[in-house]
């Protein structure tokens, strides 16, 4: 089964909105959960990273909120731009040792319209 | 300049033929990856390499052999392609010693096999 999985395939917000993206996950091992942003035809980078140990991470406009209890986490968009249209691909993994062996969710396509 | 590379960035292959997709990354890092996205699938982990001369299996490697001649180069292998190996291909490398997880992902490959 998909061990990580984003439900809404694709979500649409309004420029200056808060954009909301949702990952749950089966793993109650996993300790490391991060956020990559994808563009058509280009390689993911990393937007964010949490470790089990907060439940809260924030950097400018990204929040990572992580419910260890509910197996979820969420990545808040806040004041959402246009140049934030993309796909957000959750990830979650077991660091051992600084290994990054991740599992991926199908991935969410946000559209910020102006 | 691009620190993980990827060849071919697109081919086209025939049922049954062999295809090799190679990696090189300049990163210095310890630990390689290769993902195939498909899409409703996210990035699914086929096989990984700690050091040199060491592969392991990921989530998803049957029909798929990798090779890790090398530190800087990682490659997959495709012995006899089939065309639900239709995919867009990545590879990725991580630092163990940074302890933050993070992949850096080259450009992709997009195979086809027809």
């Known amino acids: 089964g998909q061990q990580v999985k984003q439900s809404s395939p694709s979500l649409t917000v309004q420029e200056g909105g808060i954009s909301i993206l949702n990952c749950d996950y089966e793993?109650?091992?996993?300790?490391?959960f991060a956020w990559y942003k994808k563009y058509p035809d280009n390689s993911p980078t990393l937007l964010i990273s949490?470790?089990?140990?907060?439940d809260k991470r924030e950097d400018g406009r990204l929040t990572v909120f992580l419910n260890k209890s509910g197996k979820h986490f969420s990545l808040h968009i806040t004041a959402s731009q246009p140049e934030d249209t993309a796909v957000y691909l959750c990830?979650?993994?077991?660091?051992?040792?600084?290994?990054?062996?991740?599992?991926f969710g199908e991935g969410t396509k946000l559209t910020v319209s102006s | 300049e691009a620190a993980v590379t990827q060849s071919p960035r697109s081919k086209v292959a025939v049922t049954g033929g062999k295809v090799t997709l190679s990696c090189h990354q300049t990163?210095?890092?310890?630990?390689m990856y290769w993902y195939r996205q498909d899409t409703g699938h996210g990035l699914r982990l086929i096989h990984y390499?700690?050091?040199?001369?060491?592969?392991e299996k990921g989530d998803i490697p049957d029909g798929y052999k990798a090779s890790r001649p090398s530190q800087e180069n990682f490659s997959l292998i495709l012995e006899l392609a089939s065309l639900s190996q239709t995919a867009v291909y990545f590879c990725?490398?991580?630092?163990?010693?940074?302890?933050?997880?993070?992949?850096?992902f080259g450009e992709g490959s997009k195979l086809t096999v027809l």
């Open positions: 990725a490398s991580s630092d163990p010693g940074a302890n933050t997880g993070q992949l850096y």
């Open positions: 793993n109650d091992m996993f300790d490391y």
């Open positions: 949490v470790r089990s140990n907060v």
């Open positions: 990830a979650a993994g077991e660091n051992q040792g600084g290994s990054a062996k991740l599992i």
């Open positions: 990163n210095n890092h310890d630990y």
């Open positions: 390499s700690y050091v040199a001369d060491s592969t």
